[in-house]
Each structure stands twice: as C-alpha cells, then as structure tokens.
C-alpha cells in the first residue's frame, strides 16, 4: 500500500516529525516483505543479472539477524498474505508485475542495479534466515498493513518499514532507511546489550502540526491519495490542488478534514465523487475507517486471545486448520493461498530471454499437481475421468512476450491415480504420499530408487533435474555446471561467505560401500577441496576470483568455442531460470504433502553468477573433469556424479538440443497440454 509522497515528505522535515532513537532491548514489529527486498537492494554484490545468489543473500539477512540478536532485539516479522481486500488492489499488483516483467527482460550485467527483480527464492531464504535465529515469522492472510499496525499499536510495539501506511496509522515507525547504514550497533557502557542507531516517526508531533485529532488521521490517506486508489478522480478539495507540490494538498486536506466530525467524514468524501467510483471508494474508507477494536488474524495467532479468523476456500469450505497453520507459520508462500482461495495463478519474474518461452511452462506439470491437491478440498475424489472440465480450472497469467495473458487451464490434467485430499494430508502414509509426488514428477522406480543414493539434503536438487533435463532439454555443458556447482558448493563451502573449507553435513558418517556417492561425498579430503577452489578462482569461474569480469553481451550460447569467457549469455540464466521454477514449485509441492522426500535448504547451493560462469568454461573445454583429476577426492565424486545422473537421464542430456526449443507461448502450452 503507501501513500505517494508522504514519506519523502515526513523525511526532508528532519528532526520535526522524526527523532534520533537507540533501539534496544525491545520486541519490534517488521513488515518482513519490505527488509527483505531493503537488504536485498541495499547489496550491490547480488548480481542480479545471473539470476540469484542465494549462499550470499543468506548471509546478507543472518548479518542483519545477527545485529538485533546482538542489541537484543525480539523481531515478529509479518508477511503479506495473497488474498487482496476485495480485490481493489488488483489493478496496481498488476501493473507491479508488468514493471517486474520489463525489468527482468532488460536485466543485463550493465544496467542490474537498476533492473533488478527480488529472486524466486528471496523469500525463502529470509525466512530460513530467520528461523536460524529463532525468530517468529507470521504470514498474514490478507495485506498485512492494517493489522500490522493495529496489532503494533495496541502492544505499544515500534513498526520497522519504510511503508508510509503506517505513518496515518499513527504507529511508532522505525524507517528502514534511517538505521545505521553501516548495519553496526552502537555499544554503551553500563548498558547490558548494544543499540541499533535509528530514527523514530513521531506521530502525536504530525498530528498536532495538522491540527487534526488522531481519529482522522488514517482519512488523510484517502484524500492524499492512497496507491490504490487514484486521488485524482476526488473533485474536491483535489481539482483545486492537483497540480500543487505535496505540501500544499496536505494542508488543503488537512483544512478539509479540521471541518468535518469524525462519523461524517466518511460520508463526506463520499460525496466527492462521480457515482461510478462510490462502490470502489467504499471499499477504500472500510480499510481505513473505524480501526480500533478491529478482531486481526495476528492477535489472534501471537496471542492466543480475540476471535479466530475463518478462511473460507473458493467453494466456500471452511479450510483445514492444519493448513492454515502451516500457511500463517509461513511454511507456503502467499500464493499458495490464493490458489484455494481464488484459484487464480499470478505471474512470476525472473531474469529471463525475452524471446525464449516463459520459464515457468516447463514447470506447469507441477503446477496442475499442486492445484489438483490444493482445490481437492473442494473437488472430492478428483481423477480424468470424474471432474468437470468447465469448472475445474485455474486461471493462470502467462508471460507472453512484454505482456502478461491470462489462460484457464484444467488443474487435474495429466493425473492418473487419486489427488490426495488437503484435509487428509497429515493423516495419508508417507508412502501413498511419496507416490503421487513421484507420479507428478514422472519419476520411475528406478530413478526414485537411485536419487535415495545421494545425500537427504539434495535428494530433491537431483529430482528437480531430472524433471528440468525431460521438461527443457538442456545442454550437456549446462547440465554439467550444475552438477558441479551442487559439488563445490555443499561440499566446499559457500562462495562469497569468506568460507573456504569443507564443510560436509556428511562428513561424521562412516563410509557405505552400498552407497557409493554417500561414500564417495564422506571421504571427500579437505586439502582437495581447497585446491578445487584455487582451480575455480584461477579460470574467473567464482566471485572471488582477484578482478571481477566485465561481461559482453551475447545473447546465444552456441558461440565458437573459443569464445571469450566473459561474455554473458542470456538464453543460459534464461534455462537455469526454467531449472529454477521447477525447483521452487517441487519445494512446495513436497512440503504440502508432508515431506515424501527430505525437507532442505538446498537451494542455499545455487549461485547463479558461479553457474554461468561455469557453464561457460564447460562449454570451451569439452574434458572439463579432467581439469579436477590433481583434486583426487573431488575428481572421483564428481566423475561418480556424472555417471549417475547420465543413467538417471539415460544420457540424454548429453546431446545439444538448442535447436528444438519452441520459442511460441501456444507452442510451448500445445506442447503441454494446456
């Protein structure tokens, strides 16, 4: 949400309405949606024209962590929810995503700081970072603006945003821009923990200075023009002032309001404008209006006390507690609510090849599987043959070359057995469970078995290529940078953390001659590792190689062999952006049915800066492994690796399938069905 113009304004008036503050010893209240991409953004070593480099956006959120851990700060980080307030904001989430979509499309190494999009997997990795930290993390329903600041207001907590929402919410507002831009606490003497240097949005200073009472506060968003609503379209007192400076048609605002008695504003305004925009200005003044005593979804979860909120699925049914427990907890992303609720499927972004496909379509599959499961609280017993074509569908928004369509696909498409139902889920056997997932994924017996050979935490990495390698065809060089990359990166250590040592979760357990990459990833040697990280560093493959590349634009991947290495290649970060959805989709899949395969992190071993600079040195040197062959240890895992996953695929990976990429969005949803 936000109010155009009222933060910039509340911050150039200095010390008047903001004041230095030592923030200590204190539980605050974050919009967590709005730090992560802060931090996010505030990083200029995030490289996002490769796509995302998660080991070091983690590290980036566990050094701000870590910093109120040190001043002794108790954060409760609330994330919006996917469901909108009557929906007015979908005109402007819209208009969001096709921002999204130019920037992730025009993202170059050039030009990333100002095309950067927030990475598929931000948000998750900021919620691993602060569970690390034992940090409760609550997802609203709904827009979490609103009760966010009622909920803060009530317990007297201070808000940490930079969302001008909670300005005329009359909360005590920490801007984020105002911390130490150094992220370095300040220590006192005599004081038991440090303090965080900040400033302090000072409400009752801009109330008396309006000389509004606070009652009316929260209608000055409306007349000053709310983002979602157009202030425009209010013939007074705003055609009077449209054209004047923010100042300006804040004093008439405020001169507006100081006439009106609170329980006749709302009238008021109402009055204001043309018969059409009534209907949509109601639902503006309902958010707004009458706050206190308001019953909000976190009261109730943090505290126990209040009433509790019901969510209701599209078909109007009550959904399971369990899930809605898991959903506010945080373990489903926001949309996965939306789904059921809505059964709408929004667009996604990334950094991705204007001319290439979409890059979630290879993930589709999935999609369908997941929303078969999510809607079967509504449609019972879902099979082909037994569901309604007409009704059973998800609207999807696809990405079709600058724009943004929208398909309605049947969400059931594709499955042969029975949807687990979403209510029974935590009472259905892991291995009926581990069935449908494998189903989804068109994973055979054998390469089910076989993927059980590699570590727990990457067992759904291999899974995850393997449905990339039947969905997208990759490159031999391209698949085998990713291999190399999971290897270095979970056994070597995190590029870009300043770790340059083994550190295998594996590394305490004995040697299984059964299991030979199990054996094969315990016995890895740690003066072999280090030496594969010199090898790494010296071909200007990892960012800490001495002087950072400056990447020429190419757009094609099949260039001669002997071209230079520090081109930069869209259509690659294009197919590990395919590699990346489908990751992602399976992440969550696996999580709503309880896990069939091991919960990881992963995606903490991608880094998408590494991996192209390693697809790209594969692909001018053909013996590539052999390179590693001093580094014994690495050599053989990484050769065993190989093998393995050729005979997953059946080799067909190895073959160069560049040329039969469908490049048509009804092409490519021909292919699946769609």
């Not at 404008?273 to 706050?291: D, P």
């Not at 010296?538 to 400056?550: F, H, L, N, Y």
Request: hydrophobic share 35%.
């Amino acid at each position: 949400m936000g109010i155009r113009g009222l933060f910039s304004y509340i911050e150039k008036q200095g010390d008047k309405f903001l004041k230095d503050h030592e923030l200590t010893s204190t539980t605050v209240i974050v919009d967590a949606n709005n730090l992560a991409v802060t931090i996010y953004k505030s990083s200029y070593d995030m490289d996002p024209a490769f796509g995302g480099n998660y080991d070091k956006l983690f590290a980036k959120y566990c050094d701000f962590n870590s910093l109120l851990k040190q001043c002794n700060i108790t954060p409760i980080m609330v994330l919006n929810g996917g469901l909108g307030v009557d929906n007015r904001n979908r005109n402007k989430k819209m208009k969001n995503r096709l921002d999204r979509l130019r920037k992730s499309t025009k993202c170059f190494p050039g030009n990333q700081n100002r095309n950067n999009v927030f990475p598929l997997f931000g948000e998750e990795v900021f919620i691993n970072a602060c569970k690390m930290f034992n940090f409760k993390v609550i997802q609203n329903d709904f827009e979490a603006d609103e009760e966010t600041a009622l909920f803060a207001k009530g317990m007297h907590y201070p808000v940490l945003s930079s969302d001008s929402d909670f300005l005329i919410f009359g909360v005590k507002q920490i801007p984020l821009n105002s911390l130490n831009r150094g992220m370095m606490a300040k220590y006192t003497p005599g004081k038991r923990s440090s303090s965080l240097k900040c400033k302090i949005f000072l409400a009752d200073k801009f109330v008396d200075y309006l000389s509004l009472p606070s009652t009316h506060l929260p209608y000055l968003g409306v007349l000053l023009g709310d983002d979602l609503y157009d202030f425009k379209s209010l013939t007074s007192p705003h055609n009077a002032q449209k054209n004047f400076n923010f100042q300006s048609r804040m004093d008439v605002a405020a001169s507006w309001l100081r006439q009106h008695k609170i329980d006749d504003v709302p009238v008021k305004i109402l009055s204001l404008v043309e018969e059409e925009k009534k209907e949509e200005l109601k639902k503006l003044l309902a958010y707004y209006g009458k706050t206190e005593g308001k019953p909000t979804a976190l009261e109730y979860f943090l505290k126990g006390s209040g009433k509790e909120i019901i969510i209701n699925s599209k078909g109007n049914r009550a959904l399971p507690q369990w899930f809605m427990t898991a959903s506010r907890e945080a373990a489903f992303p926001a949309w996965i609510l939306r789904i059921v609720c809505t059964q709408e499927f929004f667009y996604f972004a990334q950094v991705e090849e204007l001319k290439e496909p979409y890059s979630v379509l290879p993930a589709m599959d999935i999609v369908k599987g997941l929303s078969a499961v999510l809607l079967s609280h509504d449609y019972r017993n879902i099979s082909l043959e037994s569901t309604n074509v007409k009704v059973a569908q998800l609207t999807v928004q696809f990405r079709s070359g600058a724009t943004i369509e929208e398909r309605n696909i049947p969400f059931y498409e594709g499955q042969c057995v029975t949807v687990p139902n979403l209510e029974d889920i935590p009472l259905l056997p892991l291995g009926t469970k581990e069935r449908f997932f494998n189903q989804v994924m068109k994973l055979n017996d054998f390469q089910s078995r076989t993927i059980k050979q590699f570590p727990k935490d990457i067992q759904m990495f291999i899974g995850s290529m393997i449905f990339w390698n039947n969905q997208t065809n990759p490159s031999s060089h391209q698949v085998d940078a990713l291999i190399m990359m999971l290897v270095v990166q979970r056994s070597v250590g995190k590029y870009g953390h300043g770790q340059n040592q083994a550190s295998d979760p594996f590394a305490a357990m004995e040697g299984d001659p059964n299991n030979t990459i199990k054996n094969l990833w315990s016995r890895l040697d740690k003066s072999d590792c280090d030496l594969a990280i010199k090898i790494l560093e010296d071909r200007g493959c990892t960012q800490k190689s001495i002087a950072k590349p400056k990447y020429k634009v190419s757009r094609y991947d099949n260039a001669a062999k002997s071209s230079n290495a520090c081109k930069y290649y869209k259509r690659t970060v294009h197919k590990y952006a395919e590699f990346q959805m489908i990751l992602y989709f399976v992440t969550y899949m696996n999580r709503l049915l309880g896990c069939p395969y091991p919960e990881t992190n992963s995606v903490l071993c991608f880094n998408g800066f590494f991996l192209h600079n390693l697809a790209s040195y594969i692909f001018s040197n053909s013996n590539w492994i052999e390179t590693f062959s001093t580094c014994k240890s690495v050599y053989r895992l990484l050769k065993q690796v190989v093998l393995t996953f050729s005979s997953l695929t059946k080799g067909q990976y190895k073959q160069d399938h560049s040329n039969e990429r469908l490049r048509n969005l009804d092409d490519m949803l021909m292919r699946l069905k769609v």
